[in-house]
């Protein structure tokens, strides 16, 4: 074949993250909304005010059976007849509770969007909760958590959050409860959940697509403008600590194949002006295959199909009292697990001692900014990333300006960010594996205390 | 050199999906499919060979996707990762993945950065055997073994799939083994075998490029010719091996695995109609009725009504060289055995074969249709990656712009025919999981209709080089 030399880019075409538009309904519901052209299937996030904090003490799991009973029937169909009223409209409809709050996702095509915004307004507005569809969330729910067990990323996670996080923190429990709460969640605790915590005032819409065509204002106002509420008085956050100092869990799982690695640590709010150095930094450590921990784990030594780190937002505030996950995350084969995390270390404290590189430093501006477009091509990525804003109390433009602050990011600044993030020394290592291959060389790896639990 | 590019057939779009698509011949034989759409200011670049784990031999499974990861180690002037490193560092997302039918490469680029995924496409193409060494081979086949491991060995249930398709497509068929292959298999992979591999079917004329986005089609048709032109096309491609089987299996095939896994489950694979025929479009509405979704019968009957499970779903693997797969995945409910279960599903199956779907049923499975694709059609990478797929596997990408229509014009009867005539006892391979663990009392489960769908859909058929996703 003719070899060309590698072409040189073209002009770049401008591209900003798209800023919503922001209103109210006279109910107080906070709207937002966005039109993308193209985008036939229109995204609807609705966020709700009801952390999980907020959850009555010993009934952890009320808010997430809360958010599943919502689409359980409303006062105009029973549950049967509201799951096929909404796929009539070729819509699906997900509710799921976090720590910040309650997240209800409607996508439908822009073509029936009116029908599908009246279905997500009897769920909020009148859902029914009838007594015997809770009881089968509640069984259901009880019957997911084996298989949560079982999965070793579920379990790593469950691990370090018990683990890092003090005990009488809500953030150290599972989201969605554990056996012994669930069990005690019945239709009147579903009731009273949904009673204190969910109101138009306290909640915000996001909308969108291709709206072209569509009265929104209208078509909101006979829909989410008919839900009614009062006002509700003012959250404190509670704070969020935890005890990073390093140590290592190993979780028995006898046979397994492989070790599940999860490495944390608590971070800091993403209202920190570290964050966008940090979110640099952590590309650059493990962000992709050609990331430092890919390319040694990976790449050069076959050990895993692929280790990433992260900086994972639990809760956001404007006062800057929240917190986040900062971790390690992978999968390395059984027999290597001594050697991979050697290895793993030592990348740490290279980073630590030599930093990182100009070059490395510009790739990862120019990925991180780059995508950018492609990453929110689609109504939902939009509508997902408008809807987090909301919830972590950051301004609408958040996403706009950090990739304006990402390219001013220095290659210093960026090494600074990242070593302060994963300090070897304060990681809470969980290994789900098999206790009897592991231990031993974990132990000669000298990266803190070891405990095996089952 | 030059081309003979096909007239402008694109100007008949469909109005629901507003797609529209050219088809250009190189001489060497590469089509090139283009789709011009300037909302967003993105590219994408597809390009699938017509080669998957079905072309592969007894002994060497898994080879299709082992080789596509040694197709990001590197080409005759791209050094090491530098195929990652580009992309990557022009904005660009990528990766690979592999399936019984062909495998694809597909890079997304900020539009004016087009032109490199081009050249370094073309470069792999052309020239990837003088890169390509001992070395990366042994580093990649530890990746794929610990990719197996990670997303089938070390998970509850993980080896199902392969399972079921091995009794769905008898010893010796080509579809007898999944496209990850077994640990054996991949440790006999050699050097040579990747060669052999590469200069078979990594020709110019097994493949289709496809361009979507913010693109000038003549620009972009004139960078394909000046880039892939000069790859040479061959016919060394041995004729696949035929996939062709009865409709119905003839009898029910049966495996009970008893395993550490969370609760009993009860899995089946039914053989359908092929893709790319109206039946195989019945048989998706069939399927969608009865367990797409929380207004499905089985969802209803089992998790609602009886509740005897915690999930239950129905899903579509479509293929276009052998029967298609539907996939039906059930975890019990705690306490539950498996044959109330099955007595349930039996009964299910058997008045859908007799009554059909109702007219409301058939609506809310079109509009769940429609949805699916109106979502795949969403990004220049989905819209891309189905024009590769109507040109590799059925000859004409045009037929892409059509397939919601096509859906939407099944009838009743011919969604209870397919039933009637697939969806029965004699027609599938059971699986059942009884659990050994410590907790094998009282076992139960989650698993949810859109699990089964996804697993069915080929999400778990295929290995990926790289997992998408990263979080800012």
């Given at each position: 074949?003719?070899?060309?030399?590698?072409?040189?880019?073209?002009?770049?075409?401008?591209?900003?993250?798209?800023?919503?538009?922001?209103?109210?309904?006279?109910?107080?519901?906070?709207?937002?909304?966005?039109?993308?052209?193209?985008?036939?299937?229109?995204?609807?996030?609705?966020?709700?005010d009801?952390?999980?904090?907020?959850?009555?003490?010993?009934?952890?799991?009320?808010?997430?059976?809360?958010?599943?009973?919502?689409?359980?029937?409303?006062?105009?169909?029973?549950?049967?007849?509201?799951?096929?009223?909404?796929?009539?409209?070729?819509?699906?409809?997900?509710?799921?509770?976090?720590?910040?709050?309650?997240?209800?996702?409607?996508?439908?095509?822009?073509?029936?969007?009116?029908?599908?915004?009246?279905?997500?307004?009897d769920?909020?507005?009148?859902?029914?909760?009838?007594?015997?569809?809770?009881?089968?969330?509640?069984?259901?729910?009880?019957d997911?958590?084996?298989?949560?067990?079982a999965?070793?990323?579920?379990?790593?996670?469950?691990?370090?959050?018990?683990?890092?996080?003090d005990?009488?923190?809500?953030?150290?429990?599972?989201?969605?409860?554990?056996?012994?709460?669930?069990?005690?969640?019945?239709?009147?605790?579903?009731?009273?959940?949904?009673?204190?915590?969910?109101?138009?005032?306290?909640?915000t819409?996001?909308v969108?697509?291709?709206?072209?065509?569509?009265?929104?204002?209208?078509?909101?106002?006979?829909?989410?403008?008919?839900w009614?509420?009062?006002?509700?008085?003012?959250?404190?956050?509670?704070?969020?600590?935890?005890?990073?100092?390093?140590?290592?869990?190993?979780?028995?799982?006898?046979?397994?194949?492989?070790?599940?690695?999860?490495?944390g640590?608590?971070g800091?709010?993403?209202?920190?002006?570290?964050?966008?150095?940090?979110?640099?930094?952590?590309?650059?450590?493990?962000?992709?295959?050609?990331?430092?921990?890919?390319?040694?784990?990976?790449?050069?030594?076959?050990y895993?199909?692929?280790?990433?780190?992260?900086?994972?937002?639990?809760?956001?505030?404007?006062?800057?009292?929240?917190?986040?996950?900062?971790a390690?995350?992978?999968?390395?084969?059984t027999?290597v697990?001594?050697?991979?995390?050697?290895d793993?270390?030592?990348?740490?404290?290279?980073?630590?001692?030599?930093?990182?590189?100009?070059?490395?430093?510009?790739v990862?501006?120019?990925?991180l900014?780059?995508?950018?477009?492609?990453?929110?091509?689609?109504?939902?990525?939009v509508?997902?990333?408008?809807?987090?804003?909301?919830?972590?109390?950051?301004?609408?433009?958040?996403?706009?300006?950090?990739?304006?602050?990402?390219?001013?990011?220095?290659?210093?600044?960026?090494?600074?960010?990242?070593?302060?993030?994963f300090?070897?020394?304060?990681?809470?290592s969980?290994?789900?594996?098999?206790?009897?291959?592991?231990?031993?060389?974990?132990?000669?790896?000298?990266?803190?205390?070891?405990?095996?639990?089952? | 050199?030059?081309?003979?590019?096909?007239?402008?057939?694109g100007?008949?779009?469909?109005?629901?999906?507003?797609?529209?698509?050219?088809?250009?011949?190189?001489?060497?034989?590469?089509?090139?499919?283009l789709?011009?759409d300037?909302?967003?200011?993105?590219?994408?670049?597809?390009?699938w060979?017509?080669?998957?784990?079905?072309?592969?031999?007894?002994?060497?499974?898994?080879?299709?996707?082992?080789?596509?990861?040694?197709?990001?180690?590197?080409?005759?002037?791209?050094?090491?990762?530098?195929?990652?490193?580009?992309?990557?560092s022009?904005?660009?997302?990528?990766?690979?993945?592999?399936?019984f039918?062909?495998?694809?490469?597909?890079?997304?680029?900020?539009?004016?950065?087009?032109?490199?995924?081009?050249?370094?496409e073309?470069?792999?193409?052309?020239?990837?055997?003088?890169?390509?060494?001992?070395?990366?081979?042994?580093?990649?086949?530890?990746?794929v073994?610990?990719?197996?491991?990670?997303?089938?060995?070390?998970?509850?249930y993980?080896?199902?799939?392969?399972?079921?398709?091995?009794?769905?497509?008898?010893?010796?068929?080509?579809?007898?083994?999944?496209?990850?292959?077994?640990?054996?298999?991949?440790?006999?992979?050699?050097?040579?075998?990747?060669?052999a591999?590469?200069?078979?079917?990594?020709?110019?004329?097994?493949?289709?490029?496809?361009?979507?986005?913010?693109?000038?089609?003549?620009?972009?048709?004139?960078?394909?010719?000046?880039?892939?032109?000069?790859?040479?096309?061959?016919?060394?491609?041995p004729?696949?091996?035929?996939?062709?089987?009865?409709?119905?299996?003839?009898?029910?095939?049966?495996?009970?695995?008893?395993?550490?896994?969370?609760?009993?489950?009860?899995?089946?694979?039914?053989?359908?109609?092929?893709?790319?025929?109206?039946?195989?479009?019945?048989?998706?509405?069939?399927?969608?009725?009865?367990?797409?979704?929380e207004?499905?019968?089985?969802?209803?009957?089992?998790?609602?009504?009886?509740?005897?499970?915690?999930?239950?779903?129905?899903?579509?693997?479509?293929?276009?060289?052998?029967?298609?797969?539907?996939?039906l995945?059930?975890?019990?409910?705690?306490?539950?055995?498996?044959?109330?279960?099955?007595?349930?599903?039996?009964?299910?199956?058997?008045?859908?074969?007799?009554?059909?779907?109702?007219?409301?049923?058939?609506?809310?499975?079109?509009?769940?249709?429609?949805?699916?694709?109106?979502?795949?059609?969403?990004?220049?990478?989905?819209?891309?990656?189905e024009?590769?797929?109507?040109?590799?596997?059925?000859?004409?990408?045009q037929?892409?712009?059509?397939?919601?229509?096509?859906?939407?014009?099944?009838?009743?009867?011919?969604?209870?025919?397919?039933?009637?005539?697939?969806?029965?006892?004699?027609?599938?391979?059971?699986?059942?999981?009884?659990?050994?663990?410590?907790?094998?009392?009282?076992?139960?489960?989650?698993?949810?209709?859109?699990?089964a769908?996804n697993?069915?859909?080929?999400?778990?058929?295929?290995?990926?080089?790289?997992?998408a996703g990263?979080?800012?």
């Amino acid at each position: 074949m003719t070899f060309h030399p590698k072409p040189e880019a073209g002009p770049a075409r401008p591209w900003d993250f798209p800023a919503p538009e922001r209103s109210a309904l006279d109910n107080g519901l906070t709207v937002l909304h966005c039109h993308r052209p193209g985008q036939k299937v229109v995204a609807v996030e609705v966020s709700l005010d009801a952390p999980l904090y907020a959850e009555p003490e010993g009934l952890d799991g009320v808010a997430t059976i809360m958010a599943r009973a919502l689409s359980e029937g409303t006062d105009k169909h029973t549950a049967e007849e509201f799951a096929a009223e909404l796929e009539r409209c070729g819509a699906t409809l997900d509710a799921h509770a976090d720590h910040p709050g309650v997240r209800v996702s409607l996508e439908v095509p822009a073509s029936r969007l009116e029908r599908g915004l009246g279905l997500l307004a009897d769920a909020l507005r009148a859902p029914a909760f009838p007594d015997d569809e809770i009881e089968r969330l509640v069984a259901n729910r009880l019957d997911e958590i084996p298989h949560e067990l079982a999965n070793p990323v579920r379990r790593a996670a469950v691990a370090l959050y018990a683990d890092l996080f003090d005990a009488d923190q809500r953030i150290s429990r599972p989201r969605q409860g554990s056996e012994e709460t669930v069990r005690r969640i019945d239709a009147d605790a579903v009731r009273a959940f949904y009673a204190t915590h969910v109101r138009p005032s306290t909640a915000t819409v996001v909308v969108v697509g291709d709206l072209t065509g569509v009265g929104l204002e209208g078509v909101l106002g006979s829909t989410l403008g008919e839900w009614t509420g009062d006002q509700a008085k003012p959250r404190s956050h509670p704070a969020i600590s935890a005890d990073d100092t390093g140590r290592v869990i190993v979780v028995d799982r006898p046979g397994a194949v492989q070790t599940q690695l999860l490495m944390g640590r608590i971070g800091s709010d993403r209202h920190d002006p570290v964050w966008p150095a940090q979110v640099l930094g952590t590309y650059c450590l493990g962000g992709t295959l050609t990331s430092r921990l890919d390319r040694v784990l990976r790449e050069e030594k076959g050990y895993t199909y692929g280790v990433r780190a992260f900086g994972q937002v639990l809760r956001s505030s404007a006062d800057g009292g929240g917190a986040s996950m900062l971790a390690i995350s992978g999968s390395v084969a059984t027999e290597v697990t001594g050697p991979a995390l050697a290895d793993l270390w030592q990348v740490l404290r290279t980073l630590a001692e030599e930093g990182l590189t100009d070059d490395e430093r510009e790739v990862a501006v120019q990925n991180l900014v780059g995508v950018a477009p492609l990453k929110f091509e689609t109504a939902a990525a939009v509508a997902g990333t408008l809807a987090d804003q909301v919830e972590q109390e950051l301004p609408d433009d958040y996403q706009a300006q950090l990739y304006a602050r990402l390219a001013d990011v220095g290659t210093v600044e960026a090494t600074a960010a990242v070593v302060r993030a994963f300090p070897p020394d304060r990681l809470v290592s969980v290994l789900v594996g098999d206790a009897s291959a592991i231990v031993e060389p974990v132990k000669e790896l000298g990266i803190g205390p070891v405990t095996v639990v089952n | 050199m030059g081309h003979t590019a096909t007239p402008d057939t694109g100007s008949a779009a469909t109005p629901q999906v507003g797609l529209t698509a050219t088809e250009h011949r190189l001489a060497n034989g590469l089509r090139v499919v283009l789709s011009q759409d300037s909302l967003t200011p993105v590219a994408a670049v597809c390009l699938w060979y017509d080669v998957g784990s079905r072309h592969e031999v007894k002994g060497r499974t898994g080879l299709a996707h082992l080789f596509e990861h040694l197709m990001f180690q590197g080409s005759a002037n791209v050094p090491g990762n530098g195929h990652f490193e580009l992309v990557q560092s022009a904005g660009g997302s990528l990766n690979g993945t592999t399936s019984f039918e062909r495998t694809n490469y597909f890079e997304t680029m900020p539009a004016h950065q087009l032109e490199l995924a081009l050249w370094l496409e073309a470069d792999r193409m052309g020239s990837l055997l003088t890169a390509l060494d001992l070395e990366s081979l042994d580093n990649q086949r530890d990746v794929v073994k610990n990719e197996r491991r990670q997303r089938y060995d070390n998970v509850p249930y993980g080896t199902a799939f392969e399972r079921l398709v091995a009794m769905a497509f008898p010893e010796g068929h080509p579809y007898h083994h999944t496209p990850i292959g077994s640990m054996a298999d991949l440790d006999a992979a050699s050097l040579e075998d990747a060669r052999a591999f590469f200069r078979t079917y990594y020709a110019p004329n097994n493949a289709v490029l496809a361009v979507v986005g913010d693109i000038d089609p003549e620009q972009t048709l004139a960078w394909a010719e000046k880039y892939f032109g000069s790859i040479p096309g061959h016919n060394g491609k041995p004729a696949p091996r035929d996939g062709s089987l009865p409709g119905v299996i003839g009898e029910q095939l049966r495996e009970v695995v008893h395993e550490d896994v969370p609760s009993r489950a009860l899995m089946a694979a039914y053989r359908l109609p092929q893709d790319g025929t109206r039946e195989a479009d019945a048989a998706d509405l069939a399927l969608t009725v009865l367990g797409g979704g929380e207004s499905s019968r089985l969802h209803n009957r089992l998790v609602r009504r009886d509740r005897l499970a915690v999930g239950a779903g129905f899903g579509l693997l479509r293929l276009a060289q052998a029967p298609s797969l539907g996939w039906l995945d059930i975890k019990a409910s705690s306490g539950v055995d498996a044959d109330a279960i099955e007595a349930a599903v039996d009964e299910e199956l058997a008045r859908f074969a007799e009554e059909g779907p109702t007219p409301e049923e058939l609506e809310r499975a079109q509009a769940q249709i429609e949805r699916e694709w109106l979502d795949r059609l969403a990004t220049v990478g989905g819209r891309a990656d189905e024009l590769c797929r109507y040109s590799v596997l059925f000859g004409d990408p045009q037929l892409a712009l059509g397939a919601v229509s096509r859906v939407l014009e099944v009838t009743a009867e011919e969604v209870r025919a397919v039933a009637a005539a697939r969806l029965r006892p004699d027609n599938r391979a059971v699986l059942v999981y009884e659990p050994t663990g410590p907790q094998a009392e009282d076992a139960q489960d989650p698993g949810n209709a859109a699990d089964a769908g996804n697993a069915a859909d080929g999400g778990n058929a295929e290995g990926s080089s790289e997992e998408a996703g990263d979080e800012q």
